[in-house]
């Protein structure tokens, strides 16, 4: 009888646990960077005009390509987590 019953059935492993923590970063990397890049190309620098948005390299494609690399490399984790989560799923 491995199988878990009662309230140890519904409570992730610490495995599942650090894959929903690596997700959760994967989104935070990935929103950033979405946000910068709106904030570098201007969309958001209209909406917003009471903000101040100073870049940190001093040229907008150097802050647009770092952003575009926050954004791509949360994908990248994000996948990377599913397809551990999926993984642990399976072996059940």
Known sequence: MSEKTGLNSI???????GFIVIRGFALFLSV???????????PLNHILQDM???LVFGSKAAAFFSCLG???????????????IKGLEKQR
């Open 11 to 17: 409570i992730p492993s610490g495995k599942e646990i």
């Open 32 to 42: 950033s960077g979405m946000v910068g890049m709106a904030l570098i190309l201007g």
């Open 52 to 54: 101040e948005f100073t």
């Open 70 to 84: 926050l954004a791509v490399v949360g994908g990248a984790l994000d996948f990377f987590a599913n397809l551990g």
